[in-house]
């Protein structure tokens, strides 16, 4: 894989809009990252950008909120002072300015979420309240001007709003350039506008013949600046992003996390195909040897090309030895989250999705390869060609070869592997090797989930549980859902069996039975779309076990 390989520039967007809402019937297609994740200022800012950018604005509503509410203290301390006399709308304001900023700094805490419009214009409130405070008290100089003859210096509030405002909000400069324009021309516009309606004012303006040209200078030298900080700070996000690509993929947002590593929303950068990438870490898997198994089994997943098995596009190794491989990216639903927002589901569904995942189990065995980790999470229901609740099996990582390979180091890993609520008895007592009539028990735990809303054995404990599947009998289906048809739930228990020998030998076996059910073939295409119209949330993505 060419690690050195360029795509076009992806910096190029500069809009500021809200993205639209996926349907269920066919998910929003992702967005470049470009300008939307470097810089926040795309039309369709993904949801990592959308985390930072409520983040800094909490920071930044923090510190202003800090800020004001010590001076407030200051004054209330001091209590009122001649300078205050008759004017009890500054403190009013102030207090007003301080207790929104605070419940502002509430309302972004770190679990909430926030649509790009909200979060625009909260921050619009963030940095509009203290500037129009300092407008009001730049007006009230007046009274100064007239007391003691000279006009206080303004320039330090507004500065440190500007730099404020630039450090932490993520922008383009171009945007951040208009915000920190209007915050320089603001005071310099009161302070013409003071001296064209007020005499005194404009006695003490003529009185200090530097007043009016260091402030401004000041005031436009500091947006300036705060500008140009802004376009260091994106220059240098920008490198941090050409650091998260991988050869011709740039990472977009992680949309999962395991036990071995993360997986990640990507785009190829010369075909602009959305895709997934699971990345392993070198200190996740512990040894090189297990990042070697990971390779090879990558290779011989790669090379399975039914429907409905995932599709593997590359792999590769970073230069940190961070192992990573690029997968189809499914828009859809995991059965496990199907099954949690929406219940178990009616037999002829579940049928229908077995039928497709043991024809995906048909070819893979057929090649030597056995999963070991079959469970509602590593299958997906996902919308492919137009076509609805097309079955994808995920996540060959725990895979192994039935057959002998050349280094016995990389298939001896020592230890239980697979998800206690859908292990067969034989991976947990070790006695016999797994075969593939190890995952025709798994699927029979699958199908017994998604026809009753719960594991064949839930034991509160994972010991309890992997002691339950290699002595218990299991509760026939049918006496926690009654509607659930006979034959469907012969299959299953059949499935169940504790001796392999009594299971179905293989997957072809298995889908026949399945087939030869009363429910069989009565989901149709249209009930799938149906279905997806109507119960869909427009969740995409993809599951990492």
């Given at each position: 894989?060419?690690?050195?390989?360029?795509?076009?520039d992806?910096?190029?967007?500069?809009?500021?809009?809200?993205?639209?809402?996926?349907t269920?019937?066919?998910?929003?297609?992702?967005?470049r990252?470009?300008?939307?994740l470097?810089?926040?200022?795309?039309?369709?800012?993904?949801?990592?950008?959308c985390?930072?950018?409520?983040?800094?604005?909490?920071a930044?509503?923090?510190l202003?909120?800090?800020?004001?509410?010590?001076?407030?203290v200051?004054?209330?301390?001091?209590?009122?002072?001649?300078?205050?006399?008759?004017?009890?709308?500054?403190l009013?304001?102030?207090?007003?300015?301080?207790?929104?900023?605070?419940?502002?700094?509430?309302?972004?805490?770190t679990r909430c979420?926030?649509?790009?419009?909200?979060?625009?214009?909260?921050?619009?409130?963030?940095?509009?309240?203290?500037?129009?405070?300092?407008?009001?008290?730049q007006a009230?100089h007046?009274q100064?001007?007239a007391?003691?003859?000279?006009?206080?210096?303004?320039g330090g509030?507004?500065?440190f709003?500007m730099?404020?405002y630039a450090?932490?909000?993520?922008?383009?400069w171009?945007?951040?350039?208009?915000?920190?324009?209007?915050?320089?021309?603001a005071?310099?516009?009161?302070m013409?506008?003071?001296?064209m309606t007020h005499?005194?004012?404009a006695?003490?303006?003529?009185a200090d013949?530097?007043?009016?040209?260091?402030?401004?200078?000041?005031?436009i030298v500091?947006?300036?600046?705060?500008?140009f900080?802004?376009?260091?700070?994106g220059?240098?996000?920008?490198?941090a992003f050409?650091?998260?690509q991988?050869?011709?993929?740039?990472?977009?947002?992680?949309?999962?996390?395991?036990?071995?590593?993360?997986v990640?929303?990507?785009?190829?950068q010369?075909?602009?195909?959305?895709?997934?990438i699971?990345?392993i870490?070198?200190?996740?898997?512990?040894?090189p040897?297990?990042?070697?198994r990971?390779e090879?089994e990558?290779?011989?997943?790669?090379?399975?090309?039914h429907?409905?098995?995932?599709?593997i596009y590359?792999?590769?190794i970073?230069?940190?030895g961070t192992?990573?491989?690029?997968m189809?990216?499914?828009?859809?639903?995991?059965?496990d989250?199907?099954?949690?927002?929406?219940?178990?589901?009616?037999?002829?569904?579940v049928?229908?999705?077995?039928?497709q995942?043991?024809?995906?189990?048909?070819?893979?065995h057929?090649?030597?390869?056995?999963?070991?980790?079959?469970k509602?999470?590593?299958?997906?229901?996902?919308e492919r060609?137009?076509v609805?609740?097309v079955?994808?099996?995920l996540?060959?990582?725990?895979?192994k070869?039935?057959t002998?390979v050349?280094?016995?180091?990389l298939?001896?890993?020592?230890g239980?592997?697979?998800?206690?609520?859908?292990?067969?008895?034989?991976?947990?007592?070790?006695?016999?090797?797994?075969?593939?009539?190890?995952?025709?028990?798994?699927?029979?735990c699958?199908?017994?989930?998604?026809?009753t809303?719960?594991a064949?054995f839930?034991?509160?404990?994972?010991?309890?549980?992997?002691?339950?599947h290699?002595?218990d009998?299991?509760t026939?289906p049918r006496q926690?859902v009654?509607?659930?048809?006979?034959d469907?739930?012969?299959?299953?228990?059949?499935?169940?069996?504790?001796?392999p020998?009594?299971?179905?030998?293989?997957a072809?076996?298995?889908?026949d039975?399945?087939?030869?059910?009363e429910?069989?073939?009565?989901w149709?295409r249209?009930?799938a779309a149906?279905?997806?119209?109507?119960?869909?949330?427009?969740?995409?993505?993809?599951?990492?076990?």
């Amino acid at each position: 894989m060419d690690h050195n390989a360029k795509g076009s520039d992806p910096f190029a967007e500069t809009l500021d809009s809200p993205a639209p809402t996926p349907t269920p019937q066919r998910a929003a297609a992702p967005q470049r990252a470009g300008m939307g994740l470097v810089e926040g200022s795309c039309p369709h800012l993904t949801g990592e950008t959308c985390d930072l950018l409520r983040r800094r604005l909490r920071a930044a509503a923090l510190l202003l909120f800090a800020g004001f509410a010590a001076f407030l203290v200051l004054r209330l301390v001091q209590g009122a002072t001649a300078a205050d006399e008759g004017r009890p709308y500054l403190l009013g304001t102030q207090v007003i300015v301080t207790a929104v900023l605070g419940l502002i700094s509430a309302m972004l805490c770190t679990r909430c979420k926030g649509a790009l419009r909200m979060l625009r214009t909260r921050e619009l409130i963030v940095f509009g309240l203290p500037a129009g405070f300092f407008l009001l008290l730049q007006a009230d100089h007046i009274q100064t001007c007239a007391a003691k003859g000279f006009l206080p210096n303004i320039g330090g509030p507004w500065v440190f709003l500007m730099f404020t405002y630039a450090l932490f909000i993520p922008n383009t400069w171009r945007r951040a350039g208009l915000v920190l324009g209007a915050m320089a021309a603001a005071p310099i516009a009161m302070m013409v506008a003071l001296w064209m309606t007020h005499d005194q004012c404009a006695h003490c303006m003529a009185a200090d013949a530097m007043y009016v040209p260091q402030t401004s200078l000041l005031l436009i030298v500091s947006a300036i600046g705060a500008t140009f900080g802004v376009h260091t700070i994106g220059a240098l996000r920008r490198e941090a992003f050409r650091a998260r690509q991988l050869g011709q993929y740039y990472l977009k947002e992680r949309i999962g996390a395991g036990g071995m590593g993360e997986v990640y929303l990507a785009e190829h950068q010369l075909l602009k195909r959305p895709c997934a990438i699971k990345l392993i870490r070198p200190e996740k898997a512990g040894d090189p040897q297990v990042l070697a198994r990971f390779e090879r089994e990558v290779q011989a997943t790669a090379k399975l090309s039914h429907w409905n098995t995932i599709d593997i596009y590359d792999y590769g190794i970073a230069d940190d030895g961070t192992f990573y491989y690029v997968m189809e990216f499914l828009p859809g639903l995991s059965l496990d989250r199907l099954v949690e927002q929406n219940g178990p589901l009616p037999a002829e569904r579940v049928v229908h999705l077995l039928r497709q995942v043991c024809a995906a189990l048909r070819e893979a065995h057929e090649a030597g390869l056995i999963h070991r980790d079959i469970k509602p999470g590593n299958i997906f229901a996902a919308e492919r060609g137009g076509v609805q609740d097309v079955a994808k099996l995920l996540d060959f990582g725990l895979a192994k070869p039935m057959t002998k390979v050349d280094s016995l180091q990389l298939t001896q890993d020592g230890g239980i592997t697979g998800s206690p609520l859908y292990m067969s008895p034989e991976q947990v007592t070790g006695d016999n090797s797994p075969d593939a009539r190890s995952d025709i028990y798994a699927l029979g735990c699958v199908a017994y989930y998604l026809l009753t809303g719960c594991a064949p054995f839930e034991r509160g404990q994972a010991i309890k549980v992997l002691l339950a599947h290699a002595n218990d009998q299991v509760t026939p289906p049918r006496q926690l859902v009654a509607d659930i048809p006979a034959d469907l739930e012969d299959v299953v228990l059949r499935c169940l069996a504790k001796r392999p020998e009594d299971r179905y030998q293989d997957a072809a076996s298995l889908a026949d039975a399945l087939a030869a059910c009363e429910s069989a073939d009565r989901w149709s295409r249209e009930e799938a779309a149906a279905w997806w119209r109507n119960h869909a949330r427009g969740d995409v993505g993809y599951a990492l076990a």
